[in-house]
């Protein structure tokens, strides 16, 4: 059984929840870990995992260069690397899917979630109209991450719900009272007023943390300052926006 067990190193700072949730599961196997760059590199060139599991800081050198190495050392037997970590700037991503990056995380991560990503990977053959929706769902998460947005609250769920419609439906953002918050207050058995209201605390939250230098850093241009909110409606539409324009 112990050679069938999918095997993980983990580039990651000391023992973590993600560390111990794989060690504890019985159909995957922990080769090491270390936040060491350059010990990451000596490990995974000797011990060949299946995945790497890679923060973007680590010491001596950074996820990225360890990357680079280990395509130019490994080539075929490069493992599929996740990149996980706090810095959820649209840049970072970016360089990680750039660079051959399987996924790119934003922390704090549910283990659940990290080996739901690596089963996708391990089956290439899901179906494609469940892989783009996890792709989006996962997209708009990172970006409602970087902006403020906490995933505990429901306006999150909310504000999610109705980009993902958004997108597929984009006139449906020219009939937001009449269309799109009865379609969520359906899906979540509530009520319109209050996903309109949850959506608006969801950003109030957002811009109470300060974060609004992300949103325009993530668009490219300054789009608000600290005293110019967003609506509900505009928000929706600009992150719908980039999700239809990056395919």
């Given amino acids: 059984m112990e050679k069938n067990k999918i095997t993980i190193y983990f580039a990651d700072t000391e023992e973590n929840e993600l560390i111990s949730y794989f060690k504890e599961n019985q159909a995957y196997k922990v080769l090491g870990s270390s936040s060491d760059g350059r010990q990451v590199v000596k490990d995974v060139e000797e011990l060949k995992p299946d995945f790497l599991v890679s923060e973007v800081l680590l010491s001596g050198m950074d996820g990225f260069m360890v990357f ?7 080539g075929e037997n490069l493992p599929k690397v996740i990149f996980i970590s706090n810095l959820s700037h649209s840049g970072f991503v970016s360089k990680a899917i ?3 990056a399987s996924y790119f995380m934003v922390k704090p991560i549910m283990p659940e979630n990290l080996e739901q990503r690596m089963q996708d990977l391990l089956n290439p053959k ?6 783009n929706e996890k792709l989006l769902d996962e997209k708009i998460s990172n970006i409602f ?3 403020g947005i906490p995933a505990h609250i429901k306006g999150y769920q909310f504000l999610r719900e109705a980009v993902k419609l958004a997108v597929e439906e984009p006139e449906i953002i020219g009939s937001i009272t009449k269309k799109l918050y009865p379609t969520i207050a359906e899906k979540f058995e509530t009520s319109s007023s209050k996903v309109e209201r949850g959506m608006r605390h969801a950003i109030e939250v957002a811009w109470n943390r300060g974060k609004i230098e992300n949103i325009n ?4 241009f300054k789009i608000y300052s600290s005293n110019d909110k967003p609506t509900n409606g505009e928000l929706i539409a600009l992150i719908a926006d980039k999700m239809i324009m990056e395919g």
Wanted: cysteine-free; charged content about 45%.
């Fill in 68 to 74: 680079e190495t280990l395509k130019k050392d490994m």
């Fill in 98 to 100: 750039k660079e051959g």
């Fill in 126 to 131: 899901i179906n494609e109209e469940d892989k």
């Fill in 145 to 147: 991450i970087s902006i």
């Fill in 217 to 220: 850093n993530l668009f490219g």
